[in-house]
Nanobody
Framework: QVQLVESGGGLVQAGGSLRLSCAASGSIFSINAMGWYRQAPGKQREAVATITSGGTTNYADSVKGRFTISRDNAKNTAYLQMNSLKPEDTAVYYC??????????????WGQGTQVTVSS
């Protein structure tokens, strides 16, 4: 059984910062890509940032220069450092990871989500 647990969400004023963490646990052979997604009320879930096992990153245009994704492979954990937060960043943030429990193709797992609210 594999589990992803996010933490670090909360309420912050515009211009502030938050750091999200996503820890994977369970029967893990290896983890390929990890990523952060978000879903605002009434909107579809969208990709925010992704990172490969080798450290290659990709960001949504809306967060480039403000957010930084990183990972600690030894801890099976991904992070999202969010700076210069804007009210439009308000959403539930979800972690996704492509996890192999044995050699072969990875399966996508989702965390339960963590609320980020940015007040103006």
């Amino acid at each position: 059984q594999v589990q992803l647990v996010e933490s670090g969400g909360g309420l912050v004023q515009a211009g502030g910062s938050l750091r999200l963490s996503c820890a994977a646990s369970g029967s893990i052979f290896s983890i390929n890509a990890m990523g952060w997604y978000r879903q605002a009320p009434g909107k579809q879930r969208e990709a925010v940032a992704t990172i490969t096992s080798g450290g290659t990153t990709n960001y949504a245009d809306s967060v480039k220069g403000r957010f930084t994704i990183s990972r600690d492979n030894a801890k099976n954990t991904a992070y999202l450092q969010m700076n210069s937060l804007k009210p439009e960043d308000t959403a539930v943030y979800y972690c996704n990871a492509q996890i192999m429990t044995m050699p072969g193709a990875g399966v996508g797992y989702w965390g339960q989500g963590t609320q980020v609210t940015v007040s103006s």
